[in-house]
């Protein structure tokens, strides 16, 4: 990955787009709602976190996702980190 970049304000479209989306969730009854807004526009892309501030709950957020993504396609991942086997 390169051009990898990281900030807390949008520095180019997809991230400006991110942000925009993520302004509907910005009203008292969608407090308790927590997401990942992810973007590609064919060559780069831009993602936003939004009340997920802990890293690894974002990147688990993100695997529990993923599981889904293939289960609806009537598949199986699995993910091996490190010194375990992360099982969403």
Do not use: W
Not at 38 to 49: A, K, R, T
Not at 58 to 66: A, G, T
């Amino acid at each position: 990955m390169e051009d990898v970049r990281f900030g807390t304000e949008p520095f180019d479209r997809l991230t400006e787009l991110c942000a925009e989306m993520g302004k509907v969730l910005d009203k008292p009854e969608n407090a308790d709602v927590k997401a990942i807004i992810m973007l590609h526009d064919g060559e780069q892309g831009g993602i936003q976190s939004l009340r997920l501030d802990d890293e690894s709950e974002l990147v688990s957020v993100m695997l529990v996702h993923l599981k889904a993504i293939f289960a609806s396609h009537g598949k199986t991942i699995t993910i091996l980190t490190g010194d375990y086997t992360f099982s969403p």
